[in-house]
């Protein structure tokens, strides 16, 4: 019976497959593990390297390709999607995602982690997750989060305010694939939507080790894009966040305060044809506030100084959770 589903998303990343593979077969383990490789449709090889390790491997590695014709463009959506896709061939009873650039740098980081989720006292938990080593074309790292953290539980009120656990870290029991609103998250299933939605079932288990290596290519779905636009990916998690958990209000706002600010100050920079996907995905799923953002430009007076207003609240509620040091 397998363990641990490794989940591998690769898109034109022939020059990291075998790094990424071999990080993960080199695992010291008393259990048994898979990888489910996912390529969403690669035309740089990557597919063929992908093949050549299920060739060697064909007892420890599946994988799946993705159409490209299904009219789907924005990358962030692409990527979300494949991710759910390959949820759908776990059999593990843990699963964890890993970009097809990043890789583990510990050989008993699967094993610390189950030993970690076994134990009775932490049933509370559905995952467990760690610090990650961001390694630049210099060679310079440095971990994430930035800051030091105790080894113990979070819960989603400790947690959603300001901390982010890399999904590269982060351990989880394959239960909470069941309950996933993955028709409301399809194109939005990307870093933080995925811890929050974890965090919705149970607590996050923490170890203060560094057992992932975050290459900063430039090419990811956050560092390859423009900047408004993954500020926009943000405004859609702020409204769904919203929709999914009420309760959690306050911590989402102040969570997503430095983002309405950012637009708000660079709305002049968001070009209405390069945002038509945005602008759809904001209609079809609801997203008020993004919507109203979006089509900023053809508001009349009123409503462009209601949207000033509903940015300047969220940005006093995080004066105040900056003031009060919460």
């Not at 239960?175 to 929050?196: A, G, H, Q």
């Amino acid at each position: 019976m397998v363990t641990v589903s490794v989940i591998i998303t690769f898109y034109n990343q022939r020059d990291y497959v075998d790094s990424t593979m071999q990080s993960v077969l080199s695992q010291k383990t008393d259990f048994d593990f898979e990888i489910i490789a996912g390529d969403d449709g690669s035309t740089d090889g990557t597919l063929d390297v992908i093949q050549s390790w299920v060739e060697k491997h064909p007892d420890k590695i599946r994988s799946y390709t993705r159409s490209r014709d299904d009219g789907v463009t924005v990358t962030g959506f692409r990527a979300s999607r494949n991710r759910l896709d390959l949820l759908t061939h776990v059999e593990g009873k843990y699963f964890i995602f890993l970009d097809g650039d990043d890789y583990f740098s510990d050989e008993n980081k699967l094993q610390k982690q189950v030993d970690i989720l076994e134990k009775d006292e932490n049933r509370d938990c559905v995952a467990c997750s760690h610090y990650i080593e961001a390694l630049y074309p210099d060679g310079h790292k440095s971990a994430l989060p930035v800051y030091d953290l105790p080894e113990g539980k979070f819960d989603l009120k400790s947690y959603w305010t300001k901390l982010y656990f890399h999904t590269d870290t982060t351990l989880v029991r394959s239960s909470v694939i069941e309950k996933l609103p993955t028709d409301y998250v399809i194109n939005n299933f990307n870093d933080n939507m995925i811890t929050f939605l974890f965090l919705l079932q149970g607590k996050i288990y923490f170890m203060p080790e560094k057992m992932a290596i975050y290459l900063q290519t430039g090419d990811g779905i956050w560092t390859g894009q423009k900047a408004v636009v993954n500020q926009i990916r943000n405004m859609f998690l702020y409204d769904m966040c919203l929709t999914l958990s009420p309760e959690s209000k306050a911590q989402t706002k102040i969570r997503f305060a430095k983002t309405w600010r950012y637009l708000y100050k660079h709305r002049s920079e968001i070009i209405a044809g390069e945002l038509e996907p945005f602008v759809r995905e904001a209609e079809e799923r609801g997203l008020k506030n993004s919507e109203l953002f979006l089509k900023n430009r053809s508001l009349g007076t009123g409503k462009k100084l209601g949207l000033a207003f509903r940015t300047a609240g969220v940005l006093l509620r995080f004066c105040v959770f900056k003031a009060i040091g919460r």
